[in-house]
């Protein structure tokens, strides 16, 4: 017996060493990718992640707020981890990168117990997990930085559920408070956590299972505990957003999202991150071809329920999990992106696995073509691997990572935009200005493209197109911090005091957090001899991580710069 015991520990351990390896080889060429999209603001930018004493702030602001954003979204725990790997060393994005491949590999080992649970055979276990953890379209949240969030609520997601079912089956109330914490943790990583308890009502009905009052009152009052924290937080209602985007417009767009989905995870072939804001029509046929799948998938898992519980439980959580990155609900920046498929892409390998075992059981009398299957799996976790590691190479320069964008979505203004600030930071203006213009051509109310080219016109020596570029920003967007502070700077540099200090004063008003706009009202107070005032907007703008300050600047206010 206890030898029997030893061999299933071994078996184990060298499951969860394979998982473990096959990440770590993987995403190994990941590690050095720098700080790409919603990164710089989200990390680099963000003042929140440099300094601890903002913890507090954290948890009572939008996820962007540390760095002027704001993206209505309510994720602490991401950027709390955020603050831990710049603890260790500031903003070497190896840490960053490291510790999203760890959160991955634990994704995996809890997958792979979760499978255990359902599917009860170790082997069929493993290759899922190896399946899910190997697809290419995950380096969208293992090599984005900005999509730790998506794995940090998979990862209590995933353990909660596990959790659950065994304080359900040993009807253990530790391991429920567990799977309670976990839910609460999901909650402040990601929105889409909101899931589990849809999950959990399924997997009681299709398992015909009593449901436990006092475990569905904690679920439920932990729900709505956190959609009135994060309601209160975030300042933007909902119905807000869904009646100016015109979301009854967006619902096509879930079910080609569906069509589309469904092609990448089967044939991950021209995988790219920005798919756009696409609006669709109802005779679309991608929509009905959509929605063809979604409702009649639903109603085969309602229906066999009692035949094969698992492949139930499996499509219907394929299904529940794309909701909250349907674009109905919520307004999203794309109708469809590859790390929305983080959570739903399980149910997709759960179902592929069980079809699968069900070939497996009608070979029985042969055991060459079971052998083939077994074979074919390996070959298809192989060459996911390949493709993973050869995706993850696009991540690496942000030039061909943006231009790779382009290839696929020639209209991605926001690839136009950033590839155009990566050749300005290389100090290619020409280059930067004809992506500018192409982003102006593509959207002509994008206030971020006429701040971009605010710079371009004020180095080439263009101050007046220079100043209507930043005042076309604040017009489309008077909201727009940024662009009052360069305007401001412009202003400054012209010795033109008078105007640029309302313009750092109002960047301030919208964003609180702007180091620069409090270092620059520093320089103008000081020019206007008002020294102790411009002791006071330095020292603030140190406090909150600006860099740049000029040593002698710094020596002629005696401030003593420690960073």
């Excluded at 015991?5 to 184990?12: F, G």
């Excluded at 080609?256 to 046929?285: C, E, N, Q």
């Amino acid at each position: 017996m206890l030898s029997k015991i030893s061999k299933d520990k071994k078996i184990t351990v060298s499951h969860i060493l394979l998982i473990t390896v096959l990440i770590a080889i993987i995403y190994s060429n990941s590690i050095n990718v720098g700080f790409l999209w919603d990164d710089k603001a989200l990390i680099k930018n963000n003042v929140y992640v440099k300094s601890p004493t903002k913890i507090a702030e954290v948890f009572k602001s939008d996820w962007g707020a540390g760095a002027g954003k704001r993206y209505n979204f309510y994720r602490p725990l991401a950027t709390l981890s955020y603050m831990l790997n710049y603890s260790l060393d500031r903003l070497n994005v190896r840490y960053y990168h490291i510790f999203n491949i760890l959160l991955h590999i634990l994704v995996g080992i809890s997958l792979y117990w979760l499978l255990r649970l359902l599917l009860l055979n170790r082997l069929l276990s493993l290759l899922t997990t190896l399946l899910y953890i190997s697809h290419p379209i995950h380096t969208d949240s293992v090599t984005y930085l900005s999509g730790r969030a998506g794995i940090l609520v998979a990862l209590f997601v995933v353990t909660g559920f596990m959790l659950y079912i065994k304080s359900t089956n040993k009807k253990s109330k530790t391991l429920f408070s567990l799977s309670l914490i976990s839910y609460i943790l999901s909650l402040l990583s990601k929105e889409s956590a909101l899931i589990f308890v849809l999950i959990i009502f399924c997997y009681h009905y299709i398992f015909n299972l009593k449901i436990d009052k006092l475990k569905i009152v904690s679920l439920t009052i932990v729900t709505f505990i956190y959609l009135f924290i994060r309601s209160s937080i975030i300042e933007s209602s909902l119905i807000a957003n869904l009646i100016s985007l015109n979301f009854i417009q967006r619902i096509p767009g879930f079910f080609v999202a569906i069509v589309d989905y469904l092609r990448i995870l089967i044939i991950p072939y021209g995988l790219h991150f920005d798919y756009g804001k696409l609006t669709f029509s109802w005779g679309y046929y991608k929509t009905l071809l959509g929605l063809f799948i979604f409702i009649g998938s639903i109603y085969y898992a309602l229906k066999t329920k009692n035949r094969d519980r698992v492949l139930s439980l499996s499509i219907l959580w394929f299904s529940i999990a794309l909701i909250p990155v349907s674009n109905i609900f919520y307004p999203l920046p794309f109708y469809m992106s590859e790390h929305y498929l983080y959570i739903p892409s399980i149910g997709f390998f759960l179902i592929f696995i069980v079809l699968i075992t069900k070939l497996i059981k009608k070979l029985d009398k042969s055991k060459q073509l079971k052998i083939s299957i077994y074979l074919f799996l390996v070959s298809l976790i192989t060459t996911y691997s390949s493709l993973t590691y050869r995706q993850n190479n696009y991540w690496k320069n942000p030039i061909t990572f943006y231009k790779h964008i382009i290839k696929y979505n020639p209209k991605s203004t926001n690839a136009y935009i950033n590839l155009g600030c990566e050749y300005r930071e290389m100090s290619d203006i020409n280059n930067a200005y004809l992506c500018y213009k192409k982003a102006l051509d593509l959207d002509k109310n994008n206030e971020e493209t006429y701040n971009n080219l605010g710079f371009i016109y004020l180095t080439k020596g263009n101050i007046r197109s220079a100043i209507a570029s930043f005042e076309k920003a604040i017009e489309l967007n008077p909201q727009y911090g940024s662009a009052y502070t360069n305007l401001g700077n412009l202003y400054s540099s012209q010795k033109e005091i008078d105007k640029a200090l309302p313009l750092y004063k109002k960047a301030i008003e919208i964003n609180p957090n702007d180091a620069s706009a409090f270092y620059n009202l520093a320089v103008t107070s000081f020019i206007r001899k008002r020294y102790s005032l411009a002791k006071e907007y330095c020292l603030k703008a140190l406090e909150l991580g600006f860099d740049k300050a000029h040593p002698d600047f710094l020596k002629t206010l005696k401030i003593k710069n420690n960073r």
